[in-house]
């Protein structure tokens, strides 16, 4: 197995948060830890998000801060959730395939009430066909290769079970017109992931539109990401970047800000939903 990591977005938001309350109540670590029976420097690992919390010692040290009932049950709700997640999450299953950062990915995905997503390359993996993902694959040497490959392409279609339960997260979706034209893994495969794009796209809880060629107004938006909200209202929210070498989840307010705009930009310059719909018609017309 891989190496474990404590650390997670959820323990990290409720870190951030006890520090907060802990600084406006004018404590410090040595006090509260006398309050709650801990060490400082246990409370300092909580802070950080680098040790796990039991349910009954957030309650603890939020009854000592006296915190608000709506962010008491925020990070009661986040505590619970990473209690599960870490004994009963279905991406365990995929064992030495993942990271720790990509079971954490996957987890807040599971609970995720809204998602919104740009992407310049591919179509979105959860809106992806099985051959489409193995396309993928087989063009990219970053990606896992032979046995490991196969079990890829039923991680990346387990996620999508999202999509299909009985309270599906909002999902709104831009996508740049020239990935829907790289006809990866050949015109039978892309024909079959455009058909299922224009599928997902009369779903209710789905936005989906295109970036069109036509567009000269600069966005600003030179990356693919997501952003992704858990709870009505948000209680967690993160954005998740990809590059060259990895991933990137960001989690402080001026940037999930900075991306909520951009995403606002992309959208308002994109095609509505039924020009876009046209136009993924003509492309497949083409292949």
């Not at 809204?114 to 066909?129: W, Y």
């Not at 063009?139 to 599906?168: C, F, G, K, T, W």
């Amino acid at each position: 197995m891989r190496e474990e990591s404590v650390s997670s977005t959820r323990l990290r938001r409720i870190g951030r948060a006890l520090r907060e309350l802990r600084e406006e109540s004018g404590s410090t670590l040595k006090k509260t830890g006398r309050q709650v029976e801990r060490s400082g420097s246990s409370l300092s690992l909580i802070e950080n998000g680098l040790q796990p919390l039991r349910s009954r010692d957030l309650k603890h040290l939020l009854d000592v801060y006296s915190a608000d009932p709506t962010l008491r049950a925020a990070l009661m709700t986040l505590v619970e959730q990473e209690i599960e997640h870490k004994q009963h999450g279905w991406w365990l299953a995929f064992g030495d395939l993942l990271s720790a950062a990509d079971r954490d990915y996957a987890s807040l995905e599971y609970d995720a009430s809204a998602l919104d997503a740009v992407e310049t390359r591919f179509v979105p993996g959860l809106l992806q066909t099985a051959e489409y993902t193995r396309a993928i694959i087989r063009s990219n040497p970053a990606m896992p290769r032979s046995e490991h490959a196969e079990q890829y392409v039923e991680y990346r279609m387990a996620r999508q079970r999202i999509l299909r339960r009985d309270d599906p997260p909002r999902l709104r979706v831009v996508i740049d017109e020239a990935a829907l034209r790289r006809a990866r893994g050949g015109p039978a495969v892309m024909r079959a992931q455009l058909h299922r794009l224009l599928e997902e796209s009369h779903r209710e809880s789905i936005s989906l539109q295109v970036l069109p060629f036509s567009c000269t107004t600069e966005t600003g938006v030179s990356a693919a990401f997501w952003t992704l909200e858990i709870g009505y209202p948000s209680i967690l929210t993160v954005t998740l970047i990809t590059h060259v070498t990895g991933r990137l989840l960001l989690e402080e307010e001026r940037d999930l800000d900075a991306y909520r705009e951009a995403f606002r930009r992309v959208r308002e310059v994109s095609l509505s939903e039924s020009e876009s719909r046209a136009v993924i018609h003509r492309i497949i017309s083409e292949l």
